[in-house]
Nanobody, 124 residues
Framework: QVQLVESGGGSVQAGGSLRLSCTAS????????VGWFRQAPGKEREKVAA???????TYYADSVKGRFTISQDSAKKLYLQMNSLKPEDTAMYYC??????????????????WGQGTQVTVSS
């Protein structure tokens, strides 16, 4: 069982930046596909970004390309740097993970394990 804990959410004005962090209970670097999803009230869940360091693969939703950056810099940490935030980025953001042996594509993966979420609110 993998436990994921997100942090770093908050309220910012449009154009501002936030950095989300996700801490896993197990070693995830090169062993799991990991990513960030978001869900706004009344909307479907959307995959924002994903990464598999074992294959140097990354994925970004078109809506965040050029503004968000996903990264891993330690065995158990995942980050999402969010710049030039827009009101439409307002949502609950979730960290997710899936074992690499069961993850065929970062663009298609859906997590087996999920965090509790961290709220991001962007005001205009």
């Amino acid at each position: 069982q993998v436990q994921l804990v997100e942090s770093g959410g908050g309220s910012v004005q449009a154009g501002g930046s936030l950095r989300l962090s996700c801490t896993a209970s197990v070693y995830i670097y090169s062993r799991y596909c990991v990513g960030w999803f978001r869900q706004a009230p009344g909307k479907e869940r959307e995959k924002v970004a994903a990464i598999y360091t074992g294959g140097s693969s990354t994925y970004y939703a078109d809506s965040v390309k050029g503004r968000f950056t996903i990264s891993q810099d330690s065995a158990k940490k995942l980050y999402l740097q969010m710049n030039s935030l827009k009101p439409e980025d307002t949502a609950m953001y979730y960290c997710a993970a899936k074992p690499a042996y069961d993850c065929y594509s970062v663009s298609a993966f859906v997590g087996d394990y999920w965090g509790q979420g961290t709220q991001v609110t962007v005001s205009s």
